[in-house]
T-cell receptor, first 114, second 112 residues
């Protein structure tokens, strides 16, 4: 089946620094990828839709300048958490569609900001 | 925003028993999917049921969908300790955006 790879699986960074998370579709091309955020013991919240070759679409309440999304190729989307703060600590998960309605998820990235 | 509620929030059963989880949603849907998440890991797709289907089976999983009540249930029969995980329902809206809106999830513990 289709595989989505997310890297890194975990990262610890200092407050004020930026962190980049990569999401790759390994065996299919994904014009659209999605970024989710999950706090401990909570559900997944959709942050934004990443569109290849165009600007990402952010959900209400998600700061686009804080969470920069780049989808430069059909197999790679990146999420950069800029000027990270402890409250940004969370589990970030990406997903990509092979063909509707299937969605495949990455392994997730545990971000801890200290 | 979250689509709806899942209940129970937590469920603890003995191995061999059946586990039933329920999910409710608010808007019209194209399909409803169930996912499993082991602690701190990504999601694994379990089963998809389309809006024109009422019941679907896959191995030990049985999913029902009642669009009039905007609800779905996931039944895991003959549970195993390895079924211990969180289970989420997710819906796609009437458009074909591919966005998934997740329920709150049910944490299932299966005791050996």
């Amino acid at each position: 089946g289709a595989v989505v790879s997310q890297h890194p699986s975990w990262v610890i960074c200092k407050s004020g620094t930026s962190v980049k998370i990569e999401c790759r579709s390994l065996d299919f091309q994904a014009t659209t990828m999605f970024w989710y955020r999950q706090f401990p013991k909570q559900s997944l919240m959709l942050m934004a839709t990443s569109n290849e070759g165009s600007k990402a679409t952010y959900e209400q309440g998600v700061e686009k300048d804080k969470f920069l999304i780049n989808h430069a190729s059909l197999t790679l989307s990146t999420l950069t958490v800029t000027s990270a703060h402890p409250e940004d600590s969370s589990f970030y998960i990406c997903s990509a569609r092979d063909r509707p309605p299937g969605a495949f998820f990455g392994q997730g990235t545990r971000l801890t900001v200290v | 925003s979250q689509q709806g509620e899942e209940d129970p929030q937590a469920l603890s059963i003995q191995e061999g028993e059946n586990a039933t989880m329920n999910c409710s949603y608010k808007t019209s849907i194209n399909n409803l999917q169930w996912y499993r998440q082991n602690s701190g890991r990504g999601l694994v797709h379990l089963i998809l049921i389309r809006s024109n289907e009422r019941e679907k089976h896959s191995g030990r999983l049985r999913v029902t969908l009642d669009t009039s009540k905007k609800s779905s249930s996931l039944l895991i029969t003959a549970s195993r300790a390895a079924d211990t995980a969180s289970y989420f329902c997710a819906t796609t809206g009437s458009g074909n955006t591919g966005k998934l809106i997740f329920g709150q999830g049910t944490t299932l513990q299966v005791k050996p």
